[in-house]
Each structure stands twice: as C-alpha cells, then as structure tokens.
Antibody
Framework: QGHLVQAGAEVKKPGSSVRVSCKAS????????VSWVRETPGLGLEWLGR????????TYAPKFQGRVTLTADTPTRTINMDLSSLRSEDTATYYC??????????????WGQGTLVIVSS | DIQMTQSPSFLSAFLGERVNITCRAS??????LNWYQHKRGTAPKLLIF???TLQSGVSSRFSGSGSGADFTLTISSLQPEDSATYYC?????????FGPGTMLEIK
C-alpha cells in the first residue's frame, strides 16, 4: 500500500520547467502526506516540499518557494512536482516519499525509485 | 528553519569495528529525528525513527540515541554492506531538513 512509482529520467534546458510524477495507492492519497526529496552529489539530500492531498495542503522549503509546485490528481492517483526556472544545479535525482507516523513522530518509510533530472544546454 | 549538522563527514573503518555518527540540530527537536542509509542508485532506506526506534527489518547492529539537539547513530560490528552515506533528518517542523551526510567506507 505504500508503494510509490516514478518514471526514469528527464533532460531539460536551463530556464525551462520539469514535471516529475509519482503514482501512489488510493490509500496513500486519502491518508498520508507525500514529500519530495532530491539528491545531488554536492548537497546530499534536500527536502523540497510536502503535499497532504486529503487536506489540500502544501508546504514548501524556503529555498524552493516560488519555483516548486506540488499537486495531486486523485482519479489517476498521481502526485506531481513541477520545478521551474531550471538551472544546472537542479540536476539531481528526485524522490517522492510517503510520511508515515507513529504517534506524532513521522518518518519516510516508503520511497519512489527516483527520477533523474538532467539540466543541460 | 532548523539546521542539521553531522560529524564526521567521512569515516573509514575496519570490518567488525563499531562506529558512531553524530547529528546536531540548531534547535531542540525532542526526539523527532530519523536516520537513513543511502546507497548510490537506490532510494534512501529508513534505519531509525523517533531517535531510537529501530525500523522493522533493519539489522540490530544499528542503534540510535539522543534527545533535544544531540543525537548519535551507532553501527556495531561493521559489515561490507554498511558502506553507504548516512543522513539524519529532523521531523519536528517543516522544512524537514536533512544533515549533510556521513560517507562510511569499510576497509
């Protein structure tokens, strides 16, 4: 039920935008928040933002505010991350991750397999 | 935002050895601290949540401790498969920041 599925890779030009998608179970969309995390060789893991589909709530990291938009499409069970004004430093593997909680302690137990985004002219 | 630091950034240790990785938060976060293992080409793997709770299925050679702002991940009896980068992450409040990572090499 926590399974998350992502597509393989994207190549984009600087200044353009990218949409990375994450397919989840209906249970995930109804009951959990989903975050996006990226991994770059220089900076390690970075948290970009979170969407809680059943609350219609999004929260973004200040570093990415204004450039990242998270949406959820319930009929297709897809969570999308749009990142705009791409630059070379955005070259990274982007993961979606479900937030599971025990009491009020939450953690990322289920992860997508990652989508490599390459930004290059 | 809560900033996370880790030390050391790189660690080289022998098979069978015991190692500690420390993580410090810029604010007190009670026990809202998670540890992940990341190997290139795969998704991060949850090892410890709530500072000291071992995730089901994870080897008991991994343990976590700490509360407030200072935390430690201990790996006992190192095995070849422990070669990876280890990250702490605070889940106290968004943005849910990660530490910069500790790269562990097994000699």
């Amino acid at each position: 039920q926590g399974h998350l599925v992502q597509a393989g890779a994207e190549v984009k030009k600087p200044g353009s935008s990218v949409r990375v998608s994450c397919k989840a179970s209906a249970d995930t969309l109804k009951n959990y928040g989903v975050s996006w995390v990226r991994e770059t060789p220089g900076l390690g893991l970075e948290w970009l933002g979170r969407i809680i589909p059943f609350l219609g709530m999004t929260t973004y990291a200040p570093k990415f505010q204004g450039r990242v938009t998270l949406t959820a499409d319930t009929p297709t069970r897809t969570i999308n991350m749009d990142l705009s004004s791409l630059r070379s430093e955005d070259t990274a593997t982007y993961y979606c991750a479900r937030a599971d909680c025990t009491g009020n302690r939450c953690y990322f137990l289920h992860w997508g397999q990652g989508t490599l985004v390459i930004v290059s002219s | 935002d809560i900033q996370m630091t880790q030390s050391p950034s790189f660690l080289s240790a022998f098979l069978g050895e015991r190692v500690n990785i420390t993580c410090r938060a810029s604010l007190r976060i009670t026990q809202s601290l998670n540890w992940y293992q990341h190997k290139r080409g795969t998704a991060p793997k949850l090892l410890i949540f709530a500072a000291s709770t071992l995730q089901s299925g994870v080897s008991s050679r991994f343990s976590g401790s700490g509360s407030g702002a200072d935390f430690t991940l201990t790996i006992s009896s190192l095995q070849p498969e422990d070669s990876a980068t280890y990250y702490c992450q605070q889940s106290n409040s968004p943005p849910f920041t990660f530490g910069p990572g500790t790269m562990l090499e097994i000699k």
